[in-house]
């Protein structure tokens, strides 16, 4: 198993190009089964996330042109061949539940497996399973699997979510595009990749108003065409090299960045005293900390446009250098602090009180042998390395290839010493 040798205590320099952004390209790939013709998805990440997403599809019958290395994945489910997700699949990678979604809507049926929990939290997908059956779809989960129909076809519906989610959301959203009559979301989640997915599906010939707010309207049609789409920049691959480099300190340039959707990130780094210099219109952030201590900052995650829980590891690690204490609330996931005690290996003064953090600002971290449970973990104990004196080796780094792609290159570029191991 890979790991990540880190020798920390170098400023980072230099500028970081934004990848395409994982938690898009994942819904966006899944819509190439609501159509016949050619989906080609441009400014593709190539993660071990969205490689595996490209071998379910092709178990279904896609096919799948995306050679090694290259940035343009193009999809094609001219026939679908098989309408069933296996557990073996959607317990490995979690968006490969989306697939129910668009079958049932092309299809009229489809047997996918529930994905079970995470290391983040229970992830149950009951608004899912709600809005299709608003939808007018016959339901059954029998033996871990869901056991969708829709005979006569989808039916538009009024879906109100009690709580914004982002996967419930852009499912229903694509499973409506194909349905008869208008849906209409409500409470539904304002995460940029909602926006993303609809401008997609619109160039496919949907018909969807109102994603990126809290109504979404979407008008059924008989079908849909293919089209060509640039996969908007990772926000969060954003945000977390404007962590690494306020931690280990420096003067960065992220450039492809989506500055826009960084907002509640980009304040938290300047009320810790981190100089932000954010051009939206060249989609770039310069990130600069010469020496001069980080102030502590209390964060709250909340659904976008709050601070994001994909960031809250990341921003952790930040904060455990700072001068005076921090409260970090997780909102979103009831499990999601399982970098604290890795943290606290590098010396960090970390303390968790159900869904609090309460992180005792130290003067330095020292490098040790860590591991993390999932991938923003992962990350967060890289930044970490990054600013702590001395060697961290960071195990288990198949987490960081499900979501940032080609990271120690990128870290490398700007100086850092970060070598992957292979063993
Ligand atoms: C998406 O997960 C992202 N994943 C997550 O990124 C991200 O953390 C999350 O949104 C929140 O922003 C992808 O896009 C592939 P939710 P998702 O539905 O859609 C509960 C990463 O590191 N819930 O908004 O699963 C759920 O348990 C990942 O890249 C229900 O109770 O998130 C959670 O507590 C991790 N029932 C909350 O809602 C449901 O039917 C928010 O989940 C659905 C969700």
């Not at 020798?7 to 938690?23: H, Q, V, W, Y």
């Not at 499990?335 to 003067?363: C, D, Q, Y």
């Amino acid at each position: 198993m890979d790991r990540l040798q880190i020798r920390g205590g170098r400023p980072l320099n230099g500028e970081i190009e934004i990848s395409g952004a994982k938690n898009s390209a994942l819904k966006l790939m899944v819509a190439c089964l609501l159509t016949p013709e050619p989906l080609q998805l441009s400014n593709m990440p190539d993660l071990s996330d969205t490689r595996f997403l490209s071998q379910l599809l092709a178990t279904l019958g896609v096919e799948v042109f995306w050679p090694k290395g290259a940035s343009t994945c193009h999809l094609n489910a001219a026939e679908l061949t098989s309408t069933i997700a296996p557990y073996e699949q959607v317990r490995k990678m979690r968006a490969s539940f989306n697939v129910l979604g668009p079958l049932l809507a092309r299809s009229g049926h489809a047997t996918v497996s529930l994905p079970g929990g995470c290391a983040i939290g229970a992830r149950p997908v009951d608004l899912h399973l709600k809005a299709f059956e608003a939808m007018g779809a016959d339901l059954l989960v029998e033996q871990g699997y869901v056991k969708a129909a829709a005979i006569h076809g989808l039916k538009g519906a009024h879906v109100n979510f009690p709580f914004p989610s982002v996967g419930a959301t852009e499912h229903a959203m694509l499973a409506a595009t194909l349905a008869k009559g208008e849906t209409i979301l409500e409470n539904a989640a304002r995460e940029p990749e909602i926006a993303d997915l609809a401008n997609c599906l619109n160039a496919m010939g949907a018909k969807i108003t109102g994603a990126g707010t809290d109504t979404i309207r979407i008008t059924g049609v008989e079908s849909l065409s293919g089209t060509s789409h640039a996969v908007m920049p990772d926000r969060i691959e954003a945000g977390t090299y404007a962590m690494a480099a306020a931690a280990a300190g420096g003067d960065v340039t992220l450039t492809h960045a989506p500055v826009d959707a960084l907002g509640a990130a980009i304040s938290a780094l300047r009320k810790a005293g981190v100089t932000v210099d954010a051009d939206p219109e060249a989609g770039t952030i310069r990130v600069r900390r010469n020496g001069t201590r980080l102030r502590s900052v209390d964060i709250d995650t909340q659904p976008h446009p709050g601070f994001p829980t994909d960031l809250q590891a990341q921003f952790m690690a930040l904060v455990s250098m700072a001068d005076g204490t921090s409260i970090i609330r997780e909102n979103i996931f009831e499990n999601r602090f399982m970098h604290a005690p890795e943290l606290s290996r590098l010396g960090a003064n970390i303390t968790v009180r159900g869904r609090e953090a309460v992180v005792k600002g130290v003067e330095h971290l020292q490098g040790a042998p860590v591991m993390a449970t999932d991938l923003r973990a992962s990350v967060s104990l890289v930044i970490a390395g990054l600013a702590a004196e001395g060697e961290t080796v960071v195990n288990r780094i198949y987490h960081l290839d499900r979501g940032f792609e080609g990271l120690d290159r990128k870290l490398s570029a700007c100086g850092a010493d970060v070598t992957r191991l292979s063993e």
